[in-house]
Structure formats: C-alpha cells, structure tokens
C-alpha cells in the first residue's frame, strides 16, 4: 500500500469471520453502521487510516473527524495491541463533552492515548479488541455525552463491539 492510500476492507475477527458493524434490523434489512449509530457517536472508527501527511484514523460517520496518529508503527486496518502510537482527537466541544471519563482530554487539554490505554479501560470510548494477545484493535467509537440507550441497543451495543458482559453495569447478553 503506497503511503497516500486510504483503506478500507473488512476486518478479521479472532476466528477469521467478517466483521463490520453493519446490522439488520428486525425484518432482516441491513442498516449501515453510521445510520444505526449515528445518534449514540460522535466518533467511529471501524479501519479507515489515512497516511497521508499526519497519519490519521478517520471516522466512518458523514462528518468525516480524524483521530491523530503519531508514531504510527502499523500498516492496514487494525491497530495492534502492542503498538507504540500515541492517537489524538482534536479539541473539539463536542470530543471535550462526551469526554466524560477523561480519556482523550483531562481539563480540556488533549491527552495522548496509547493503544494499551484503548483496551485496559473502561470507558465511554468503547473499543473492539481481539479476545487473546496481542489485543489487536479493529473498531473504536466515542460515544455522546448525552447518548442514551435502551437495553434491546445496549444488549446490540456489546455485541457489536464484543463488549465484557458488565460493560454498561448490566449483563448486555441475552443467552
């Protein structure tokens, strides 16, 4: 891949499935992911990177927001576990709002986040990592501060980003 590409493929999952955070509805209609999670993120990342100039992780939602790499020591559409890049978003009010666990902003001055500090967290930015080391990182959103969901989206919510079962405070799986 040349350095000015932008990719953007399927994902692996840890058993080789597709992964993309497509859904279907009740009725089996496939919605597309920004239009189910739209209202819920400010933020969301499911592989999009541009390497050109600054390296950046770009948003699947309309409004196109980056996420900063610095350091960037990866290639493709995942972030592995052990990378030593430091990702930034910009300070924006709404990044700065829904920052609630002061993650990415502490005072409302940006923090470098690392990918360790993306899985060993729990925190309104939710983020799909591999269940095994390396923990590679394959999806992360930012949701709204004011995001509110019912148990049917945060039981979807988990599943979609292969959230631990106590994530929201509440068993998220319907077995």
């Given at each position: 891949?040349?350095?000015?590409?932008?990719?953007h493929?399927?994902?692996?999952?840890?058993?080789?499935?597709?992964?993309d955070?497509?859904?279907?509805?009740?009725?089996?209609?496939?919605?597309?992911?920004?239009?189910?999670?739209?209202?819920?993120?400010?933020?969301?990342?499911?592989?999009?990177?541009?390497?050109?100039?600054?390296?950046?992780l770009i948003?699947?939602?309309?409004?196109?927001?980056?996420i900063?790499?610095?350091?960037?020591?990866?290639?493709?559409?995942?972030?592995?576990?052990g990378?030593?890049?430091?990702?930034?978003?910009?300070?924006?009010?709404?990044?700065?709002?829904?920052?609630l666990?002061?993650?990415?902003?502490?005072?409302?001055v940006?923090?470098?986040?690392?990918?360790?500090?993306?899985?060993?967290g729990?925190?309104?930015?939710?983020v799909?990592?591999?269940?095994?080391?390396?923990?590679?990182?394959?999806?992360?959103?930012l949701?709204?501060?004011?995001?509110?969901f019912?148990s049917?989206?945060?039981?979807?919510?988990?599943?979609?980003?292969?959230?631990?079962?106590?994530?929201?405070?509440?068993i998220?799986?319907?077995?």
């Amino acid at each position: 891949m040349d350095a000015g590409d932008v990719c953007h493929v399927l994902i692996k999952d840890l058993v080789g499935e597709e992964f993309d955070l497509s859904l279907n509805d009740n009725e089996g209609n496939e919605e597309d992911e920004s239009d189910k999670w739209g209202p819920y993120f400010d933020f969301l990342w499911t592989g999009l990177v541009s390497y050109e100039g600054p390296d950046y992780l770009i948003s699947d939602l309309p409004d196109r927001r980056k996420i900063t790499v610095t350091g960037r020591d990866f290639g493709g559409t995942y972030i592995p576990g052990g990378s030593a890049a430091t990702f930034t978003l910009p300070t924006d009010a709404d990044f700065v709002a829904d920052d609630l666990d002061h993650l990415w902003f502490v005072g409302g001055v940006q923090q470098n986040v690392t990918a360790n500090d993306l899985v060993t967290g729990e925190y309104r930015t939710v983020v799909k990592f591999a269940n095994a080391p390396p923990y590679d990182i394959t999806a992360i959103g930012l949701l709204k501060h004011d995001a509110v969901f019912t148990s049917t989206l945060e039981d979807e919510l988990a599943a979609d980003f292969d959230l631990w079962l106590f994530w929201m405070g509440l068993i998220n799986y319907t077995l």
